[in-house]
């Protein structure tokens, strides 16, 4: 599942969401520094949940592929760019009605592949070349390994009038002499969620670095503070912790990192 651009994320983005694999494609160059590998990289934190997937997505089908065809039409697998699925939508829980019925996946670390006559529940985005795909990151499975995902989208829609929302996240420690995050949670970290009518609530990370409350549907920003550490959002994070906004049902699942002062 997969990808977000710089900047601030306000309304427009909420209504005009895009795909991990966008930001997941630019950041392949680091990755590879990292893992020497041309695999899918995956924003933070992985996996996201379905609460804030699903309002970051164009649409959220359920549908069966029907055909296949890959482009160029070429035997050397090597040589191909992508491929378009035909797809059946058998129930559509966000978003208008795809255009030809098709959804497409690049041969690339975007890559999502799906098999004619199956059933997918499918998140899905614009990718960099306007095409509605999957996020290769995300909840998007095979319908039959997708029950946890789909009483998850359930419970979204049965909050949506006034049921408020979530945020949660993770303030994570650096690998020495480096930017990267490691496996280790920084504790006792306050971290300050404000709102837009002036309602500021301040939280404590746990031994984990763990954070979450709920709060009513709005407009936030969420920021660390400490006396020994720089929190800062985490570069490769799913979402940016910056001006976003939060339906009724919604998360926010953010990565910051404590840099020592």
Same mark, same amino acid.
């Given at each position: 599942?997969?990808?977000?651009?710089?900047?601030?994320?306000?309304m427009?983005?909420?209504?005009?969401?895009?795909s991990?694999g966008?930001?997941?494609?630019a950041?392949?160059?680091?990755?590879a520094?990292?893992?020497?590998?041309?695999?899918?990289?995956?924003?933070?934190?992985?996996?996201?949940?379905?609460?804030?997937?699903?309002?970051?997505s164009e649409? #959220? #089908?359920?549908?069966?592929?029907? *055909?296949?065809?890959?482009?160029?039409?070429?035997? %050397?697998?090597?040589n191909v760019?992508?491929?378009?699925?035909?797809?059946?939508?058998?129930?559509?829980?966000?978003?208008?009605?795809?255009?030809? @019925?098709?959804? $497409? !996946?690049?041969?690339?670390? !975007?890559?999502?592949?799906?098999?004619?006559?199956?059933? $997918?529940?499918?998140?899905?985005?614009?990718?960099?070349? +306007?095409?509605?795909?999957?996020?290769?990151?995300?909840n998007s499975?095979?319908?039959?390994?997708?029950?946890? +995902?789909i009483?998850?989208?359930?419970?979204?829609?049965?909050?949506?009038?006034g049921?408020?929302a979530?945020?949660? &996240?993770?303030?994570?420690?650096?690998?020495? &002499?480096?930017?990267?995050i490691s496996d280790?949670?920084?504790?006792?970290?306050?971290?300050?969620?404000?709102?837009?009518? &002036?309602? %500021?609530?301040?939280?404590?990370?746990?031994?984990?670095?763990?954070?979450?409350?709920?709060?009513? *549907?709005g407009?936030?920003?969420?920021? &660390?503070?400490?006396?020994?550490?720089?929190?800062?959002?985490?570069?490769?994070a799913?979402m940016?912790?910056? %001006?976003?906004?939060?339906?009724?049902?919604?998360?926010? @699942?953010?990565?910051?990192?404590?840099?020592?002062?």
């Amino acid at each position: 599942m997969l990808q977000r651009g710089p900047g601030l994320w306000g309304m427009n983005e909420m209504r005009k969401p895009m795909s991990r694999g966008v930001l997941a494609a630019a950041a392949i160059s680091v990755s590879a520094l990292i893992a020497g590998s041309a695999q899918a990289y995956c924003l933070q934190p992985q996996p996201v949940r379905v609460c804030t997937e699903f309002f970051h997505s164009e649409n #959220v #089908v359920v549908a069966k592929i029907l *055909a296949v065809r890959k482009i160029p039409d070429t035997p %050397d697998p090597n040589n191909v760019e992508g491929w378009f699925y035909k797809i059946a939508v058998s129930k559509s829980y966000r978003g208008e009605k795809l255009a030809n @019925d098709e959804i $497409y !996946t690049g041969n690339d670390e !975007t890559k999502f592949t799906m098999e004619v006559g199956k059933s $997918y529940l499918l998140f899905i985005n614009k990718n960099q070349q +306007s095409r509605p795909a999957p996020d290769a990151c995300g909840n998007s499975s095979e319908l039959s390994q997708a029950d946890k +995902s789909i009483a998850a989208i359930d419970q979204v829609l049965k909050a949506s009038a006034g049921g408020g929302a979530d945020i949660a &996240g993770r303030v994570m420690l650096p690998l020495p &002499g480096s930017q990267a995050i490691s496996d280790s949670g920084a504790p006792a970290i306050p971290v300050t969620v404000q709102n837009y009518v &002036g309602r %500021d609530q301040t939280i404590t990370t746990d031994q984990q670095g763990n954070f979450s409350i709920h709060v009513p *549907a709005g407009h936030y920003t969420v920021v &660390g503070m400490s006396e020994f550490w720089n929190v800062v959002p985490y570069s490769l994070a799913y979402m940016k912790p910056t %001006d976003f906004e939060l339906p009724d049902g919604s998360c926010a @699942d953010l990565v910051f990192l404590a840099q020592p002062k």
